[in-house]
């Protein structure tokens, strides 16, 4: 417990290894940044209401997004139960094949970097 205690206690701090350049260029070039994600499909939200997305380090504005109705939710929600019908009529191995592929998309696409100390 000793050695825990004097590593955490030892332990430097500095910038984090990821760079906001490429998730900021990608905001930017969002074709609908205000649709949200319905059965499938990019869909234009019903209220006006929105919401600016603020960096917490900055205090910058990153975007600003739509703020969904209750319509909106409705939608998503019956959406969700008609996919999940099909999706739980899979076996668990299946179902891990198509998370498994989304992981691995996910690291492909965003190249996500993780740092590690070896103590």
């Given at each position: ?33 205000n ?18 997305v ?40 299946d179902r ?20 590690f100390?070896d103590?």
């Open positions: 417990m000793d050695k825990v205690i004097k590593n955490f206690q030892n332990i430097s701090y500095g910038p984090a290894p990821e760079d906001s350049k490429e998730v900021n260029s990608w905001i930017k070039n969002l074709k609908n940044p649709n949200h994600f319905i059965n499938g499909k990019f869909v234009k939200s019903s209220s006006s209401k929105k919401l600016n603020i960096n917490p380090s900055t205090n910058k504005k990153i975007a600003t997004l739509s703020v969904a109705s209750k319509k909106d939710v409705n939608a998503a929600v019956s959406a969700a139960k008609k996919a999940h019908i099909k999706w739980s009529k899979l076996s668990s191995f891990s094949k198509y998370l498994y592929a989304l992981a691995r998309l996910i690291q492909k696409k965003f190249k996500i970097y993780f740092c100390r103590y």
